[in-house]
Antibody, heavy 115, light 107 residues
Framework: EVKLVESGGGLVKPGGSLKLSCAAS????????MSWVRQTPEKRLEWVAT????????YYPDSVKGRFTISRDNARNTLYLQISSLRSEDTALYYC????????WGQGTTLTVSS | DIVLTQSPATLSVTPGDSVSLSCRAS??????LHWYQQKSHESPRLLIK???QSISGIPSRFSGSGSGTDFTLSINSVETEDFGMYFC?????????FGAGTKLELK
């Protein structure tokens, strides 16, 4: 059974940093591209990062480029999202998802940016 | 960026109705369009990939069609478990974008 479990969310002050994790199991993690998608309080979905299976390629929208860094540890079957210079608009539920067509999603971890 | 426009925003239906949800892209995306269902307090679930390809475990009443800029998700005979939000997403070009969603609700 494919399982994705996110962790690391919390309450952070504007300008702060945080690292999210996603533990994967039930599939060959190193063979799949992986992504992070966030859902805003208004329920809008926004793709925020993708990393290739081997970790060589990463993609970001302009809205997070330079502040978000996606990475992975294929030996540990774990995906990461380092977020810095946090803004209130980064407040969201952050999901990790498998592959380019997001065929499996985790349950999400909540990030709240507030002073 | 490619903008995906979903319509209608809300669709009020009775179980047993057949419905069509629309997703229109601001430029051609070939068939690189995927549909997701999200029920209340749950994570999104992939329903249809690449416009019309079915997904294992998804009921056969869900089907997708379209290419280029116009896409449709059809539900043949809605069941009560189908109520929730439906989103489309394109993977044709970066950044990958989502539509704002269609809410399928009980009339």
């Amino acid at each position: 059974e494919v399982k994705l479990v996110e962790s690391g969310g919390g309450l952070v002050k504007p300008g702060g940093s945080l690292k999210l994790s996603c533990a994967a199991s039930g599939f060959a993690f190193s063979s799949y591209d992986m992504s992070w998608v966030r859902q805003t309080p208004e329920k809008r979905l926004e793709w925020v990062a993708t990393i290739s299976s081997g970790g060589s390629y990463t993609y970001y929208p302009d809205s997070v480029k330079g502040r978000f860094t996606i990475s992975r540890d294929n030996a540990r079957n774990t995906l990461y999202l380092q977020i810095s210079s946090l803004r209130s608009e980064d407040t969201a539920l952050y999901y990790c998802a498998r592959d380019g067509n997001l065929d499996y999603w985790g349950q999400g971890t909540t990030l709240t940016v507030s002073s | 960026d490619i903008v995906l426009t979903q319509s209608p925003a809300t669709l009020s239906v009775t179980p047993g109705d057949s419905v069509s949800l629309s997703c229109r892209a601001s430029q051609s995306i070939s068939n690189n369009l995927h549909w997701y269902q999200q029920k209340s307090h749950e994570s999104p679930r992939l329903l249809i990939k690449y416009a019309s390809q079915s997904i294992s475990g998804i009921p056969s009443r869900f089907s997708g069609s379209g290419s280029g800029t116009d896409f449709t998700l059809s539900i043949n005979s809605v069941e009560t478990e189908d109520f929730g939000m439906y989103f489309c997403q394109q993977s044709n070009s970066w950044p990958h974008t989502f539509g704002a969603g269609t809410k399928l609700e009980l009339k």
